[in-house]
């Protein structure tokens, strides 16, 4: 097997294609080989399919994978088809797609690379400019979301995350049954949720079939699903809630940290659940003498520790169980405790929706967590088109067919 048929086994050409010469260049590290097809070949016309004549060619180059550890391209004599039906156009050739400059090879390892690793770095490794693998990334997401299919979808849930600093978000939708993102955009205001409304449209969705959704209790969030999805039920996400409770006993504890100065370097001990403090958190803990004292912060926790508990009771003690919670905390005393029982007060319904939907944004925050960690790894995204690209790569679940079948 001499090297023109060694490079046409390894390509997997089939007539008419065929390896037509190698060139490598030792100083540049590059090896360049040239295709092209027999005088008399027929092509199918990219529009119809059917089969026409060469009626002329355009030279094409496309950067294929290393060979071993030296840059490849591929050079094509490439025809345009002359189509009684549909005129004269470039035929698709089976190595790339139709517009890029790189092989099909080529755009699979850049994927790849680009959900493992910043795509910086992955450019680095391939040694082509970043934004031409944006591009890659780009076109293959677009094209799988393009074919997805969200009929079943009747469960979501919604949360933003920071895209850059400057309180700048990317509002994130999930269907919370098969636990994927099915939609990303910027903001995180009530048009936020009337554009994923259309876009599950726009998929084979019906937004009149959403009859949960899980959110925070932002009301540009609870305003966008009664608008756009009048059907859904809101179940306010249940870490959101106790995220609340936890601040308001912050909030406690620094205010009474100017009058009393043992609190100080205490903020953990106070948000964390006894079971999960750590040696020195717990000598922290048994220093302050939490049971027997009277600091203020010591009832804001014990007020928080019982607002959890809300969530282990059966459901139909649910009520009346936060009933009690709340005239505890509204008679407390502490202003950051009536506070935030005031405004659960006020959402109450859907926060015991979770006792009928038992849903909740969990994914999201591992989701969140994701995209966070890519973020720093990359530091930080140039737009927000490249960051819901990464959002879809990281937790869409998409099929991203490359290669033919």
């Known amino acids: 097997m001499d090297g023109k048929e060694l490079f046409q086994a390894a390509l997997g050409l089939l007539p008419p294609w065929q390896v037509e010469g190698c060139c490598f260049d030792e100083k540049a590290s590059r090896l360049d080989i040239h295709l092209n097809f027999p005088r008399g070949s027929s092509f199918k016309c990219p529009v119809c399919q059917g089969a026409g004549k060469v009626h002329d060619t355009l030279e094409k180059t496309w950067r294929h994978l290393n060979f071993f550890q030296h840059e490849t391209h591929l050079h094509a004599r490439t025809p345009r088809v002359d189509c009684a039906q549909c005129g004269v156009h470039l035929a698709a050739v089976p190595w790339a797609r139709p517009g890029s400059g790189f092989t099909l090879l080529f755009e699979a390892l850049a994927l790849v690379l680009v959900q493992s690793m910043p795509v910086s770095a992955a450019a680095r490794v391939v040694g082509e400019h970043d934004t031409l693998l944006w591009r890659i990334a780009t076109h293959y997401v677009d094209q799988a979301r393009a074919k997805e299919d969200f009929s079943g979808v009747c469960k979501v849930g919604v949360d933003e995350t920071a895209s850059r600093r400057g309180h700048k978000y990317v509002s994130i939708f999930v269907d919370v049954v098969r636990r994927k993102v099915l939609f990303a955009t910027p903001g995180k205001d009530a048009a ?134 709340y005239y505890w905390a509204t008679h407390s005393r502490l202003a950051p405790m009536v506070k935030v029982a005031k405004t659960i007060r006020l959402h109450q319904d859907g926060i015991l929706r979770w006792f009928t939907s038992g849903i909740n944004n969990g994914i999201l925050e591992g989701v969140n967590s994701l995209v966070q960690a890519a973020k720093a790894k990359a530091r930080g995204y140039r737009s927000h088109k490249n960051l819901i690209t990464m959002i879809y790569l990281i937790a869409g679940k998409l099929d991203l067919k490359v290669l033919p079948t």
């Open 192 to 325: 936020t949720v009337a554009a994923f409304a259309s876009d599950l449209k726009a998929h084979g969705g019906d937004p009149e079939a959403v009859t949960e959704a899980s959110a925070d209790m932002s009301q540009a969030f609870s305003k966008g699903i009664a608008e756009s999805l009048p059907n859904a039920k809101v179940t306010f996400d249940k870490f959101h809630v106790v995220k609340l409770v936890n601040d308001a006993v912050d909030e406690v504890r620094r205010m009474e940290q100017k009058t009393n100065p043992e609190l100080k370097k205490s903020r953990y001990v106070w948000l964390k659940n006894p079971e999960n403090l750590t040696a020195g958190q717990w000598e922290k803990f048994d220093g302050l003498d939490v049971v027997n004292s009277n600091l203020k912060t010591a009832r804001a926790y014990a007020i928080r520790l019982s607002f959890q508990e809300l969530f282990n009771q059966p459901a139909d003690l649910a009520r009346p169980y936060l009933d009690k919670w």
